[in-house]
């Protein structure tokens, strides 16, 4: 992440997780295995808000998911089996930023073709584990987009180029306010993960 940005992450769920009582009324209903991860991820979320030093808020949720930051904050929150993290930056610094990971695994059967462009068949399926980090670049796009657009963006409206080097490229396919969103990729310690912050220092120049 560039400067400005504070990350948090876990690879296990603290057992001092917990949850404001709007927080656990968003999951009341969910299964075990879903409370607990949004319970880490919200942990994280107020780990890295008080890297601002911002006090622990509740962080609610919004028509898509999207997590509702305190005022003047702006961020991201990601959960996967075994992970799960935080970023979040001010809002005078950053204009949203995007993040999403997943295990370094192959893509179950069938959901490559949900979520590539013809174009982007080819690297994704290069090797076993591409098609998941494919599918953390998208999500990384959306999570930046929609908390400034309001507006929904398919799969198939950002089209990925992908350097070797550790950078991405996300060309929108749709009219708003940015054409083409730069991010960072990562393959490490069983997982797969990417990020995009808009409006600030280009990663692409770290």
Known sequence: MPPGVVIAESFADPPDAALFPEEAALVAR?????????????????????GLGLPPAPILSGPRGE??????????????RGYRAAAVARRSDVLSIGMDAEPREPMPPG????????????????????????????????????PVTRRNLGFDQAEITVDDTGT??????????????????????????????????????M
Do not use: N
Request: glycine share 10%; net charge neutral.
């Open 111 to 146: 959901v490559l073709d949900a979520i590539a462009l013809p174009q982007e068949r080819t690297w994704a399926e290069s090797a076993p584990e591409r098609g998941r980090l494919l599918f953390t670049m998208k999500e990384s796009v959306f999570k930046a987009w929609y």
């Open 168 to 205: 991405f490229t996300a060309k929108l396919l749709v009219p708003g306010p940015v054409g083409e969103f730069t991010g960072r990729w990562l393959v490490s310690d069983g997982f797969v993960a990417s990020a995009i912050v808009w409006g600030s220092t280009p990663l692409s120049g």
């Open 67 to 80: 997590p509702l930051w305190p005022d003047g904050v702006v961020g991201s929150i990601t959960h996967c």
């Open 30 to 50: 969910a299964v075990d295995a879903r409370r607990t991860e949004f319970a880490t991820g919200r942990h994280c979320a107020r780990t890295a808000l008080a």
